[in-house]
């Protein structure tokens, strides 16, 4: 099976390359030069020349927080002409199958329980990512469209945050867990008694290992004409913020304290996806955060001057 891997040096990327040669799959993971996701014709031209059995389409422009406020134009426009660009350009030619990654952030705000699959789009977003998440919106129904007017196997994977080795850890960029490993492992190097954190710490977010997504997206390849359209893939538990830093200050052996800074936003309360739909086709995280959170922070400390300048 010859399978794209769009966005292949990403942290995800990296990782389902790792476990598409355990499978022996041809793979192919392009760079911007070879496939410009951004050109309608480029695009076009690439996957009529490669034409791959599978398309796995993990390619975004992501940051956390700052960087989607900073930045809502360009966070809506270049993913949408992303995601665009590819998926008219595998239904051109027929690609039997197609996961695209969805995200938590696709439901709406504050749900005070855990996120089902049918309640995308029956309520308003939350402002400060809402255009990444418009975007994937888009993205969403098009391979929805496409999946139920054809005998394509499209399906989505909504994924919760991730992490692990390979994760964006430069500030402009990362989400909130590389943020507080980085913050955490400056704080230590330079002996200071504290880590700020934005908020009170009190909202809770899903993060799940990248490995452990990996590892069940290349095993459902062949079997995508078997799922449901629309699936949560996620740990199925949330944390809170502050739980997060205690986890990174034991990792570090760090210990100082959290100063809260009041000016920043909390964020929304909580963000944790209902599993139990994945479960029934086999999905089953492994690794317990304080075990991922340990290999992260060990390739982190291996890897953290390139990854400052990623």
């Not at 942290?11 to 392009?30: A, C, D, N, Q, V």
């Not at 199958?97 to 749900?111: E, H």
């Not at 991730?162 to 492992?185: C, M, Q, T, W």
Request: with cysteine; net charge neutral; hydrophobic share 40%.
């Amino acid at each position: 099976m010859k399978i794209l891997i769009t966005g292949g040096t990403g942290m995800l990327g990296t990782s389902l390359k790792k476990f598409s040669r355990k499978k022996g799959y041809e793979i192919l993971t392009p760079n911007r030069i070879e496939l410009d996701l951004q050109n309608e014709t480029s695009t076009r031209l690439y996957l009529a020349e490669v034409k791959p059995n599978a398309v796995i389409h993990t390619a975004a422009r992501v940051g956390g927080i700052s960087a989607n406020i900073a930045n809502p134009f360009e966070f809506l426009i270049d993913n949408l002409r992303m995601d665009s660009n590819l998926l008219t350009a595998a239904s051109a030619i027929e690609v039997p199958n197609l996961i695209y990654m969805g995200s938590s952030c696709m439901y709406p705000r504050n749900l005070s329980h855990a996120m089902r699959e049918e309640e995308i789009l029956t309520g308003p977003l939350e402002s400060t990512n809402e255009s990444y998440a418009l975007a994937k919106l888009v993205g969403w129904k098009i391979v929805k469209i496409i999946a139920g007017s054809s005998s394509l196997a499209w399906r989505t994977f909504v994924l919760s945050n991730l992490y692990g080795p390979n994760d964006h850890f430069n500030p402009s960029r990362s989400h909130l867990l590389a943020a507080i490993i980085e913050k955490v492992e400056k704080a230590k190097m330079t002996k200071s008694p504290t880590v700020e954190m934005w908020g009170d710490g009190s909202c809770r977010r899903e993060f799940t290992y990248v490995d452990d997504v990996s590892e069940f997206i290349i095993q459902s390849i062949p079997l995508l004409s078997e799922f449901p359209e629309t699936m949560n893939l996620g740990a199925g538990v949330d944390y809170s913020v502050r739980d997060y830093y205690d986890f990174v200050f034991n990792a570090l052996e760090y210990d100082g304290e959290i100063l809260e800074d009041m000016t920043k936003p909390t964020g929304m309360k909580r963000k944790l996806m209902d599993i139990t739909l994945a479960q029934e086709y086999g999905w089953k995280p492994k690794t317990s955060i304080e075990s991922g959170i340990r290999q992260t922070v060990a390739w982190y400390k291996q890897h953290r001057n390139e990854s400052a300048r990623d």
